[in-house]
């Protein structure tokens, strides 16, 4: 069983940064693990916003964050990070990250049906 734990988030004005952390552990179930980061805010669908394959190099992001947010990992360290740049009061969300078998599961596709494992959520608040 994949366990995932983010932290990271916090309150931040418009226009700031901030950098969110995801921790999945046991060590031993991270390979073959392709990552993703998903927010949901109040009243609206979960949106996926960038996900990245396991060996790295790879990464997809949604257009509403591409430029602005990166997706990148530590395997070493088992992390997953988003850096969030250039925020807006739209960011404001819960953030989740999430995991998918790379081989078996449409990761790339950043639909939450996709993904069999999530962490409790951070939440981001962007003030104006």
């Known amino acids: 069983q994949v366990q995932l734990v983010e932290s990271g988030g916090g309150s931040v004005q418009a226009g700031g940064s901030l950098r969110l952390s995801c921790v999945a552990s046991?060590?031993?179930?991270?390979?073959?693990?392709?990552m993703g980061w998903f927010r949901q805010a109040p009243g609206k669908e979960r949106e996926g916003l960038a996900s990245?394959?396991?060996?790295?190099?790879?990464?997809y992001y949604a257009d509403s964050v591409k430029g602005r947010f990166t997706i990148s990992q530590d395997n070493a360290k088992n992390t997953l990070y988003l850096q969030m740049n250039s925020l807006k009061p739209e960011d404001t969300a819960m953030y989740y990250c999430?995991?998918?078998?790379?081989?078996?599961?449409?990761?790339?596709?950043?639909?939450?049906?996709?993904?069999?494992?999530w962490g409790q959520g951070t939440q981001v608040t962007v003030s104006s």
């Open positions: 999430a995991a998918a078998q790379c081989l078996t599961q449409r990761w790339w596709l950043l639909v939450s049906s996709e993904y069999n494992y």
């Open positions: 046991p060590s031993s179930t991270r390979g073959g693990l392709c």
């Open positions: 990245i394959y396991a060996g790295g190099g790879t990464t």
